[in-house]
């Protein structure tokens, strides 16, 4: 299961490696509008130990081309591959009532429309066809992927700490 991260930040993109041989980095944006990320910052790593200016020079393959305050190699770039990063919550936006921060719902407990415990989403994925919800069950091989829809998840309680899910036969 992924691990919480301070709860007064949000995970709101990632470094794909580097772009060109000047310090310029591929960066992934998780935002709804990917070019929003540079609006959040300065952003931070996951442990908090290194922070960034960010200032998008272009769109690239597979994401948005971005300078980082302190980035001015190939190197110092490609060292960064991987590296999340984190905004303040507050420098958001807020949601309306039916969207949700993803790691907000990481976590969570799952529970089906009777009431019994299923598992604990575990991770949550957008491959392009909207959210999938990877749930962590006790007593199965696998994890069990459902999509993020009203119809699949009808209450989501973040306060509760909880999510009830109506199962598609067969995977009960």
């Known amino acids: 299961m992924s691990e919480k991260v301070d709860e007064s930040k949000v995970c709101v993109g ?13 960066l992934k944006s998780f935002c709804a509008e990917a070019t929003d990320i540079a609006a959040y910052g300065p952003l931070t790593t996951k442990d908090g ?10 769109p690239v393959a597979g994401g948005l081309g971005a300078r980082l305050s302190g980035v001015t190699t190939k190197e110092q770039a490609d060292a960064l591959r991987g590296t999340e990063l984190y905004a303040d919550r507050a420098r958001l936006p807020r949601l309306p009532d039916d969207e949700f921060y993803h ?4 976590g969570l407990s799952v529970r089906d429309t009777g009431g019994a415990e299923i598992g604990r989403i575990a991770a949550v994925h957008n491959h392009g066809a ?5 749930i962590a069950a006790p007593g199965r091989k696998s994890a069990l992927l459902l999509p993020f829809t009203l119809a699949s998840v009808p209450t989501v309680d973040i306060a509760g700490g909880c999510v009830v899910v109506d199962l598609p036969e067969g995977l009960e």
């Open 14 to 26: 990632a470094i794909a490696g580097a772009f060109g041989v000047a310090g310029e980095v591929r």
């Open 103 to 106: 790691t907000d719902l990481i």
């Open 49 to 58: 130990s290194r922070s960034f200016t960010l200032r998008l020079t272009r």
């Open 130 to 134: 909207g959210d999938i919800l990877e």
